[in-house]
């Protein structure tokens, strides 16, 4: 029996992925939903600013939504860890242990993933706020609260001055192994009143308080309502790169306009692309490319 060719593969089943497969099974077209299973939106504690949620909406329950609509249509989601994709004259073929899957196109919604700080039960502390990740999801939920961003070099003054949109009480907090920022940076933040630490941080944890606890290389001992985490991220671009994807220099995969690679058929949407990294963001991107996906393949008209 003849190996089944499908539409168009997704790699990745975060708000991007499970967007873009509920559009293409919409559209009727034969998919396969492929997923390590460590989508960064199921950490989001709660989110106020995802549309059409006025009560707000934690990150697992919008993947079940998202899930749930796409199975509706008749999406399979496959547990499987993508480990090697390679083009084989118009088919991309997609590899994951002894599993393969051909397809026409080729969609990657594989997200990136952040430096994590060295913080006991993380997981926990972000639940609880004591370490919030995203400040454009959630500054306003931290409204003239003590806030501090962990990071280095100007990239963590220019997130501090960024906080003082919701709180006057911003402080710039020093990773051990960072960058030490220039003084124009330290100077620009101070007369904005954010304040720095010079002292590096040596330990974080989350008290019984639920505040988030600091005690730095000499000793000293902080205590702040959250601790916004700025210590870069790694993009998962690793298959885009092998497939001759051109990636900047962060490790964002260039797109186009219809979220188009520069490799024919190949397809990326959300935080793995250069662009704000938002959950509205990525599933804008994901409507994008499938649209695109489905209008660039042979018209599946049925009788």
């Given at each position: 029996?003849?190996?089944?060719?499908?539409?168009?593969?997704?790699?990745?089943?975060?708000?991007?992925?499970?967007?873009?497969?509920?559009?293409?099974?919409?559209?009727?077209?034969?998919?396969?939903?492929?997923?390590?299973?460590?989508?960064?939106?199921?950490?989001i504690p709660r989110s106020h600013n995802y549309p059409g949620f006025p009560d707000g909406i934690t990150g697992a329950e919008l993947l079940a939504r998202l899930r749930e609509q796409a199975v509706r249509y008749g999406v399979?989601?496959?547990?499987?860890?993508?480990?090697?994709?390679?083009?084989?004259?118009?088919?991309?073929?997609?590899?994951?242990?002894?599993?393969?899957?051909?397809?026409?196109?080729?969609?990657?919604?594989?997200?990136?993933?952040?430096?994590?700080?060295?913080?006991?039960?993380?997981?926990?502390?972000?639940?609880?706020?004591?370490?919030?990740?995203?400040?454009?999801?959630?500054?306003?939920?931290?409204?003239?609260?003590?806030?501090?961003?962990?990071?280095?070099?100007?990239?963590?003054?220019?997130?501090?001055?960024?906080?003082?949109?919701?709180?006057?009480?911003?402080?710039?907090?020093?990773?051990?192994?960072?960058?030490?920022?220039?003084?124009?940076?330290?100077?620009?933040?101070?007369?904005?009143?954010?304040?720095?630490?010079?002292?590096?941080?040596?330990?974080?944890?989350?008290?019984?308080?639920?505040?988030?606890?600091?005690?730095?290389?000499?000793?000293?001992?902080?205590?702040?309502?959250?601790?916004?985490?700025?210590?870069?991220?790694?993009?998962?671009?690793?298959?885009?790169?092998?497939?001759?994807?051109?990636?900047?220099?962060?490790?964002?995969?260039?797109?186009?306009?219809?979220?188009?690679?520069?490799?024919?058929?190949?397809?990326?949407?959300?935080?793995?692309?250069?662009?704000?990294?938002?959950?509205?963001?990525?599933?804008?991107?994901?409507?994008?490319?499938?649209?695109?996906?489905?209008?660039?393949?042979?018209?599946?008209?049925?009788?």
């Amino acid at each position: 029996m003849p190996e089944t060719v499908l539409d168009c593969a997704i790699i990745g089943a975060g708000p991007a992925g499970l967007t873009a497969a509920t559009y293409l099974a919409r559209f009727r077209r034969r998919i396969a939903v492929l997923d390590g299973g460590a989508s960064r939106a199921s950490y989001i504690p709660r989110s106020h600013n995802y549309p059409g949620f006025p009560d707000g909406i934690t990150g697992a329950e919008l993947l079940a939504r998202l899930r749930e609509q796409a199975v509706r249509y008749g999406v399979e989601v496959t547990r499987a860890l993508v480990d090697g994709a390679a083009r084989e004259g118009e088919l991309f073929v997609i590899r994951a242990g002894a599993a393969t899957w051909r397809s026409r196109k080729l969609l990657l919604a594989t997200g990136l993933v952040d430096k994590e700080p060295e913080i006991r039960n993380l997981r926990e502390a972000i639940a609880r706020g004591a370490i919030r990740l995203c400040s454009i999801c959630d500054g306003y939920d931290v409204m003239d609260r003590d806030i501090a961003v962990l990071g280095s070099g100007a990239s963590a003054l220019s997130h501090a001055l960024f906080m003082r949109t919701w709180s006057r009480r911003v402080t710039v907090l020093l990773a051990v192994a960072g960058e030490a920022p220039d003084e124009a940076s330290c100077r620009a933040a101070r007369e904005a009143g954010v304040a720095i630490v010079d002292d590096p941080v040596a330990h974080v944890e989350v008290g019984d308080d639920g505040r988030a606890h600091v005690r730095t290389a000499s000793g000293a001992a902080l205590q702040f309502d959250s601790i916004y985490p700025v210590l870069g991220c790694r993009n998962r671009s690793e298959l885009a790169s092998a497939l001759g994807a051109r990636c900047r220099e962060a490790g964002d995969v260039e797109v186009d306009m219809h979220m188009r690679t520069c490799v024919p058929g190949l397809y990326a949407a959300g935080d793995v692309v250069a662009a704000l990294n938002q959950v509205s963001v990525a599933v804008g991107h994901a409507a994008i490319a499938a649209t695109h996906i489905h209008n660039s393949l042979p018209r599946n008209l049925r009788e």
